[in-house]
């Protein structure tokens, strides 16, 4: 029987600083991922031409020196199964990863269709820089790992890491630091799940994500 419980956040280890970059590389998918969105991949050339087609775009962004104050407004940990566990703010995604774009449609349980555009890092990417306790090269011990994602109005989403990995599903899934052009430094970074046709895994005002692997007993 498979086991799976989120640590209570009060047991979180303490930040050991701010993870800004991964050393590896990962690439992107291409393909089409559901009827409502369509995921591309282009290097913009000017403003107008990034907002004029639909889909990702990746905008290169050199990383920033770490940061030593972890008390600032939309902070939120990344912790679990990891050897670097840290905290980070929307600043932090902003200034550390490269930076993609995805124009989402999705359904709200209480709202309708929703329309937005999205910026911000790769989830893959800032979780892979707290350096999660699995071997890169095993993809066996890469695909019981899981990402459970915590918001600040009790929310909460589990992702597998082969879900958002792309050996395996290569999911596109962003942590935003801007929604429609303004920033969310202030409300805090959303995950963003571009091939869901469901929002119930966009979640907002992130405070925490937890990272670690699927046990059975």
């Known amino acids: 029987m498979a086991l799976f419980q989120l640590p209570d956040q009060s047991s979180r280890p303490p930040s050991s600083g701010f993870i800004l970059g991964w050393a590896g590389r990962v690439s992107l998918g291409a393909t089409a991922v559901s009827t409502a969105v369509r995921i591309a991949v282009s290097t913009p050339v000017s403003m107008a031409a990034s907002t004029a087609r639909r889909g990702l775009t990746m905008t290169r962004h050199s990383a920033a020196a770490p940061r030593t104050n972890p008390v600032r407004t939309g902070a939120f940990s990344v912790w679990g199964d990891v050897a670097r566990p840290a905290t980070l703010t929307v600043a932090d995604l902003r200034q550390g990863w490269e930076q993609h774009r995805a ?3 999705f359904d709200c349980a209480t709202a309708g269709p929703q329309h937005h555009t999205f910026t911000g890092p790769l989830l893959r990417e800032v979780a892979a820089g707290t350096r999660p306790d699995f ?35 290569d999911a596109p899934v962003l942590l935003a630091t801007r929604m429609d052009g303004e920033a ?27 990272i670690g692997s699927c046990r059975t007993s």
């Open 135 to 169: 071997d890169p090269g095993r993809r066996k011990e890469r695909s019981r790992f899981l990402l459970a994602v915590s918001g600040g109005d009790g929310h909460h989403a589990v992702l597998s890491w082969a879900e958002i990995d792309a050996d395996f599903g």
């Open 184 to 210: 969310l430094d202030e409300t805090g970074a959303q995950l963003v799940v571009p091939s869901d046709r469901c929002g119930a895994r966009y979640v907002s005002a992130v405070t925490g994500i937890w």
């Open 103 to 105: 124009e989402v449609v």
